[in-house]
């Protein structure tokens, strides 16, 4: 069946190199005129290949690379070399309250973030209903953001990117916003986006138990390689006897 | 420039959205609300004018007006030279999370800009009509004048704000750079009566600071379409549209070129 389905996400050799347009100021680069910029490589030729619909999980250590490599393929970093193909799919960085302006209220919000989100008022008007409605913060949808405890902040910012939905969707370690109910609610959420056939879905958790239950495939990074990619019962064991050491 | 074109139209109502969330952020807590976007002009006109036309006093006609219209351009000049250079370090939680192209952002800040240099605007045709300012079809003029001087701060500020990115400094430079330009840019004189007839060496300064300062250029030129019922210099009109353009289409190839980058810098 594997071999019948589209390939969502292609990402070929990627390499990221943190320099460049380093900050600076007259004095230091007065000081350091001539020296070579320092690089660091965050990513180092990574490759690999999921197919549509499919869920893979990126586990490793901090500062694996994990974050970078969303961010790259979210297309928020260019790589300094390599190749990211999407396909022609919509993507989207499921990430906590982008563009929230906290004087504002939660309604407004919805509508700044998921603009720039790229969809359009409309679209965003058809599904307000939806997104307050999983948000579930109750009267405090037409209060200032900045009144909103930290737990209804995530909420509502979750329930925005979860109801817009798109393509492929990035996840990174917001699994856990809320309190246990709400928890819950997301999670099932997640679930029942990311069970969308078409959906392809990249998560990236330190929770191995959620990525064994979430994940088709594992895709391990250390220090900006590829350790191994396949299927979470093969790599997980591994992967902890190494967080062991 | 097609990836530019196309960037705009998608965009464009978000930094419309944006622009008026802001707007309305920036006075929410305050008492008197919206006001302040009338009040705020008015009281600093009310000082340059008790200053220049008080303290040091001058013969220019309607000099409240004048004052005012000065004063409204350089505003707008002014705001989006110092929003730009630290855009994208203020929009950090935005530039690490999202794609956007980074000139939106320029963009929706230019609005709200723009819409306050529209409220001072209309004070300024209320203060000429109170001074009865007769009104002439030059006055029309003023509208192609301010697309040149929207033009002109957006390309300068394109190019601040990337620059802005890697170059930390450059906050403070361009804090000393307007401060002088405000001085020699006659928002509360008449450069052409003040300085018409002195010179440094072969050079006339009125006419050069004029003509080489398009702020001052812009200022003098809305002053003679709005108060005097003169004509702008249609030339130098021509050649500081031509020479914005160009600052625009060189800062949103450098922006194109470099965007994808900000976000490991901040």
Redesign the interface.
Same mark, same amino acid.
Request: proline content about 2%; aromatic content about 14%.
């Given at each position: 069946m594997a071999d019948k389905k589209k390939i969502a996400v292609t990402v070929k050799d990627l390499h990221i190199t943190?320099?460049?347009?380093?900050?600076?100021?007259?004095r230091a680069s007065w000081k350091n005129f001539g020296n070579k910029i320092e690089l660091f490589h965050a990513l180092k030729g990574v490759s690999f290949e999921i197919e549509e619909g499919k869920i893979l999980g990126i586990i490793g250590t901090n500062g694996a690379g994990k974050s970078t490599m969303l961010?790259a393929i979210?297309?928020?970093?260019?790589p300094d070399k390599g190749k990211i193909d999407l396909h022609g799919n919509t993507i989207?960085?499921l990430?906590i309250? %982008?563009?929230f302006?906290?004087?504002?209220t939660g309604r407004?919000n919805i509508?700044?973030s998921g603009?720039?989100?790229?969809f359009?008022?409309d679209d965003i008007r058809k599904k307000e209903k939806d997104i307050i409605e999983f948000a579930d913060i109750g009267d405090f949808i037409d209060k200032?953001v900045k009144t909103y405890s930290s737990g209804m902040y995530s909420k509502l910012a979750f329930a925005i990117t979860a109801i817009l939905e798109t393509d492929i969707m990035l996840i990174d370690e917001v699994l856990s916003v809320g309190d246990a109910k709400f928890k819950e609610k997301s999670y099932n959420k997640m679930k029942e986006l990311i069970s969308d056939e078409h959906r392809t879905v990249i998560i990236v958790s330190h929770s191995l138990d959620t990525i064994e239950e979430l994940c088709d495939e594992v895709l391990w990074l250390n220090e900006g390689e590829v350790v191994k990619i396949g299927k979470p019962k093969d790599i997980l064991p591994e992967y902890r006897e190494f967080m062991k050491d | 420039m097609r990836k530019f074109f196309y960037n705009i139209r998608?965009y464009f109502?978000?930094a419309i959205?944006?622009a008026k969330?802001?707007l309305?952020?920036e006075v929410?807590?305050s008492y008197l609300n919206w006001l302040w976007w009338v009040i705020e002009p008015i009281c600093f006109m009310l000082i340059y004018y008790f200053v220049f036309g008080v303290i040091f006093p001058n013969n220019e006609k309607y000099f409240a007006s004048f004052v005012f219209i000065g004063l409204s351009a350089w505003e707008f000049f002014n705001r989006m030279i110092n929003g730009s250079v630290k855009l994208i370090i203020n929009n950090r939680?935005? %530039?690490?999370? %999202?794609?956007?192209p980074k000139y939106i952002l320029l963009l929706s800040k230019s609005f709200t800009y723009l819409f306050k240099l529209g409220i001072s605007l209309l004070i300024a045709f209320a203060l000429m009509l109170y001074q009865g300012v007769p009104f002439t079809w030059h006055f029309l003029l003023f509208i192609p004048i301010l697309i040149i001087l929207y033009l002109l701060s957006f390309g300068i500020g394109l190019l601040l704000m990337h620059f802005g %990115?890697?170059?930390?400094?450059l906050a403070n430079l361009t804090e000393i750079g307007l401060r002088m330009v405000f001085y020699v840019s006659g928002v509360f004189y008449n450069i052409t009566s003040r300085l018409g007839n002195r010179h440094v060496g072969p050079i006339k300064i009125g006419g050069f600071l004029l003509k080489a300062n398009p702020v001052a250029f812009c200022m003098d030129s809305l002053r003679r379409v709005m108060l005097y019922a003169k004509l702008p210099d249609f030339k130098f009109l021509l050649i500081w549209l031509v020479i914005s353009i160009l600052l625009c289409a060189w800062g949103v190839h450098v922006i194109h070129k470099?965007e994808?980058?900000?976000?490991?810098?901040?």
């Amino acid at each position: 069946m594997a071999d019948k389905k589209k390939i969502a996400v292609t990402v070929k050799d990627l390499h990221i190199t943190y320099r460049g347009l380093k900050k600076t100021s007259i004095r230091a680069s007065w000081k350091n005129f001539g020296n070579k910029i320092e690089l660091f490589h965050a990513l180092k030729g990574v490759s690999f290949e999921i197919e549509e619909g499919k869920i893979l999980g990126i586990i490793g250590t901090n500062g694996a690379g994990k974050s970078t490599m969303l961010r790259a393929i979210a297309g928020i970093f260019s790589p300094d070399k390599g190749k990211i193909d999407l396909h022609g799919n919509t993507i989207s960085l499921l990430s906590i309250g %982008v563009g929230f302006n906290k004087k504002l209220t939660g309604r407004e919000n919805i509508f700044l973030s998921g603009m720039l989100l790229g969809f359009s008022e409309d679209d965003i008007r058809k599904k307000e209903k939806d997104i307050i409605e999983f948000a579930d913060i109750g009267d405090f949808i037409d209060k200032p953001v900045k009144t909103y405890s930290s737990g209804m902040y995530s909420k509502l910012a979750f329930a925005i990117t979860a109801i817009l939905e798109t393509d492929i969707m990035l996840i990174d370690e917001v699994l856990s916003v809320g309190d246990a109910k709400f928890k819950e609610k997301s999670y099932n959420k997640m679930k029942e986006l990311i069970s969308d056939e078409h959906r392809t879905v990249i998560i990236v958790s330190h929770s191995l138990d959620t990525i064994e239950e979430l994940c088709d495939e594992v895709l391990w990074l250390n220090e900006g390689e590829v350790v191994k990619i396949g299927k979470p019962k093969d790599i997980l064991p591994e992967y902890r006897e190494f967080m062991k050491d | 420039m097609r990836k530019f074109f196309y960037n705009i139209r998608k965009y464009f109502k978000y930094a419309i959205y944006s622009a008026k969330a802001e707007l309305k952020s920036e006075v929410a807590d305050s008492y008197l609300n919206w006001l302040w976007w009338v009040i705020e002009p008015i009281c600093f006109m009310l000082i340059y004018y008790f200053v220049f036309g008080v303290i040091f006093p001058n013969n220019e006609k309607y000099f409240a007006s004048f004052v005012f219209i000065g004063l409204s351009a350089w505003e707008f000049f002014n705001r989006m030279i110092n929003g730009s250079v630290k855009l994208i370090i203020n929009n950090r939680d935005l %530039v690490t999370k %999202v794609y956007i192209p980074k000139y939106i952002l320029l963009l929706s800040k230019s609005f709200t800009y723009l819409f306050k240099l529209g409220i001072s605007l209309l004070i300024a045709f209320a203060l000429m009509l109170y001074q009865g300012v007769p009104f002439t079809w030059h006055f029309l003029l003023f509208i192609p004048i301010l697309i040149i001087l929207y033009l002109l701060s957006f390309g300068i500020g394109l190019l601040l704000m990337h620059f802005g %990115v890697s170059f930390n400094d450059l906050a403070n430079l361009t804090e000393i750079g307007l401060r002088m330009v405000f001085y020699v840019s006659g928002v509360f004189y008449n450069i052409t009566s003040r300085l018409g007839n002195r010179h440094v060496g072969p050079i006339k300064i009125g006419g050069f600071l004029l003509k080489a300062n398009p702020v001052a250029f812009c200022m003098d030129s809305l002053r003679r379409v709005m108060l005097y019922a003169k004509l702008p210099d249609f030339k130098f009109l021509l050649i500081w549209l031509v020479i914005s353009i160009l600052l625009c289409a060189w800062g949103v190839h450098v922006i194109h070129k470099n965007e994808n980058s900000y976000a490991k810098v901040i």
